[in-house]
């Protein structure tokens, strides 16, 4: 059985977020506590284009806020550098928001998985009732690899970019804590 606790969550959002997640947690873009003055540093297309994945429990992928399982991975690479459209964003600038898959769990807040990329139409998309194997489900050394280029496993960029959502809001007792490079 997976130690939920141990497994860790990471959300990107830049700096300016912070004091609305410090006072209303980590809120979706539909909820009445949302950011008003939410600071963008993500792929806007990607973001959009979730809204019209429709998942296999009837609910739309855009409803959802993506957490990653481990802090090196593309989109990162992307914000820092300004590709695909993407306004470069200063690493001092750039905050993990942290939690557990366990104290996701204690939230009471409803949540999905994936083995890749979301949006990916090769992920597969997991349930609560799945989350005691997310050990043999998420490849975990993917995950953490510090590149996500292999030329022995051509899958490292999808298995590293496995997601997890949380449907609503993300309260702001289930924010561990925060990352920053200094």
Partial sequence: ???????FLYRITHLQNIRHVLQHGITH?????????FFLIGDGSLINSRSGV?????RRLGEY???Y???RMPMLYVIQNGFNGVTTTLA???VYCVTSVKAIIESNTN????????IDSFSSIYTPGDVNNIETIVDFKAVKAQYWKSETDLDLTF?????????GDVPSEAVLGFVAYK
Avoid: C, Q, T, Y
Wanted: aromatic letters at 12%; proline letters at 2%; hydrophobic letters at 45%.
């Fill in 111 to 118: 949540f999905i998985f994936s083995d890749g990329h979301a």
């Fill in 1 to 7: 059985m997976a130690n939920l606790s141990k497994i």
């Fill in 69 to 71: 399982f481990g802090v």
């Fill in 159 to 167: 298995k590293k970019e496995a997601e997890f959502l949380v449907f």
């Fill in 65 to 67: 806020i993506p957490f």
């Fill in 54 to 58: 429709r998942l296999s429990n009837g």
């Fill in 92 to 94: 001092s600038n750039i």
């Fill in 29 to 37: 873009i539909s909820s009445v506590n949302k950011n008003n003055i």
